[in-house]
């Protein structure tokens, strides 16, 4: 007898998402180079964080959805070591962790904020560098893990420490509030597909078909592409700008740059490459309390240093224009205990 819960429905396709360009764009540089770093999500409930994963993963090699649980620990995570084989046998016998299942997928941890720090700092070393390595007792083991991190965080729930949320390659904040237009498309083509999720990824087939193909060629296109001296110097002047610490911005800008060049099948790198996903680095690691950009020096002798007339933008809002105020001569008080003449 079959089990209607043994076929799982398909998932929602990716090139049927509407809305949230940003997050479609992070997801599909994640996809292109998993080395960027992975991506973070924060936004509220109900606006298909989780959709979007599950629909990127079906577009990959792997095709593989890992969801990590906040309990999970590290060794459901990294795998195991089976030392009593390795001392019995003299052989290694690794038992895969959610990192080895979700090589060539998408590894999603919502609320990732509430996991513990020292899971998401090795989630991120593992995202970054592509390999898993585990070391037990002088026994070491390593497999390939080239995951498409991606993590959601609520702002509502508390907030992801400093030194974790500079680690994550880019960073997408959604909106809420959805213009009446884009919400309507959404909500038609999400009850189109809830009546008949069958019918409706076969009528997505083509569309799916065409953008995996896309994915796997600027993959395949990937290593071809330079990172020549202007993408060098104008990544350096833009994470400059905006106050970035270390130099972690500048790696993955010209990372993301390159991934986004190869999907739009171009063998360099462009300024429209290094606009696009710019935002997508810095949101997350620019100070908030940063000098603004410096004006152009202006014309007329003045010295570069010279302060700048106050302007209106300057001044609080409401604040009064500064009124002189006359002076009269006023007489010196008596000290407190001196004596009447």
């Given at each position: 007898?079959n089990?209607?819960?043994?076929?799982?429905?398909p998932?929602?396709?990716?090139?049927?998402l509407?809305?949230?360009p940003?997050?479609?764009?992070?997801l599909?540089?994640a996809?292109?180079?998993p080395?960027?770093?992975?991506?973070?999500?924060?936004?509220?409930?109900?606006?298909a964080?989780s959709?979007?994963?599950?629909?990127l993963?079906?577009?990959?090699?792997?095709?593989?959805?890992?969801?990590?649980?906040?309990?999970?620990?590290?060794?459901?995570?990294?795998?195991?070591?089976?030392?009593?084989?390795?001392?019995?046998?003299?052989?290694?016998?690794?038992?895969?962790?959610?990192?080895?299942?979700?090589?060539e997928?998408?590894?999603?941890?919502?609320e990732?904020?509430?996991?513990?720090?020292?899971?998401?700092?090795?989630?991120?070393?593992?995202s970054?560098?592509?390999?898993?390595r585990?070391?037990?007792?002088?026994?070491?083991?390593?497999?390939?893990?080239?995951?498409?991190?991606?993590?959601?965080?609520?702002?509502?729930?508390?907030?992801?420490?400093p030194?974790?949320?500079?680690?994550?390659?880019?960073?997408?904040r959604?909106?809420?509030?959805l213009?009446p237009?884009?919400?309507?498309?959404?909500?038609?083509?999400?009850?189109?597909?809830d009546?008949?999720p069958?019918?409706?990824?076969?009528r997505?087939?083509?569309?799916?078909?065409?953008?995996?193909?896309r994915?796997?060629?600027?993959?395949?296109?990937?290593?071809?592409?330079?990172?020549?001296?202007?993408?060098?110097?104008?990544?350096?002047?833009?994470?400059?700008?905006?106050a970035?610490?270390?130099?972690?911005?500048?790696?993955?800008?010209?990372r993301?740059a390159?991934?986004?060049?190869?999907?739009?099948?171009?063998?360099?790198?462009?300024a429209e490459?290094?606009?696009?996903?710019?935002?997508?680095?810095?949101?997350?690691?620019?100070?908030?309390?940063q000098?603004?950009?410096?004006?152009?020096?202006?014309?007329?002798?003045?010295?570069?240093d010279?302060?700048?007339?106050?302007?209106r933008?300057?001044?609080?809002?409401?604040?009064?224009?500064?009124?002189?105020?006359?002076?009269?001569?006023?007489?010196?008080?008596?000290?407190?205990?001196?004596?009447?003449?």
């Open positions: 007898m089990d209607p819960l043994a076929a799982a429905p998932a929602f396709p990716f090139s049927a509407h809305g949230q940003l997050l479609r764009r992070a599909l540089l996809a292109i180079d080395l960027i770093g992975g991506v973070l999500v924060e936004g509220p409930r109900g606006t964080k959709t979007a994963a599950r629909a993963a079906a577009l990959l090699p792997g095709g593989y959805f890992v969801n990590l649980p906040l309990s999970a620990s590290e060794e459901q995570l990294v795998g195991s070591l089976d030392l009593e084989a390795a001392l019995r046998d003299g052989q290694v016998r690794f038992r895969p962790g959610l990192l080895a299942r979700a090589h997928g998408v590894l999603y941890v919502d990732v904020n509430l996991l513990a720090d020292g899971l998401v700092d090795l989630l991120l070393d593992v970054a560098s592509g390999i898993n585990i070391e037990r007792d002088g026994i070491s083991h390593a497999h390939p893990a080239r995951i498409a991190l991606v993590g959601t965080m609520n702002p509502e729930e508390g907030e992801l420490r030194q974790l949320l500079d680690r994550f390659g880019l960073f997408v959604l909106e809420a509030n213009p237009a884009e919400r309507e498309a959404i909500v038609r083509t999400r009850l189109a597909f009546a008949d069958a019918a409706f990824a076969a997505s087939a083509a569309a799916e078909g065409e953008l995996a193909a994915i796997a060629g600027a993959r395949a296109r990937l290593a071809a592409i330079a990172f020549d001296d202007a993408s060098h110097a104008e990544v350096a002047a833009r994470c400059h700008a905006a970035v610490e270390g130099v972690r911005a500048d790696l993955v800008m010209l993301a390159r991934a986004h060049a190869a999907f739009a099948d171009r063998d360099h790198i462009t490459d290094i606009d696009a996903v710019a935002e997508l680095v810095l949101a997350h690691r620019r100070h908030a309390d000098a603004p950009t410096a004006e152009p020096p202006a014309q007329g002798g003045e010295t570069p010279a302060a700048p007339a106050p302007s933008r300057d001044e609080d809002w409401g604040a009064l224009p500064p009124q002189a105020v006359p002076t009269a001569t006023v007489k010196p008080l008596r000290p407190l205990h001196a004596k009447k003449p």
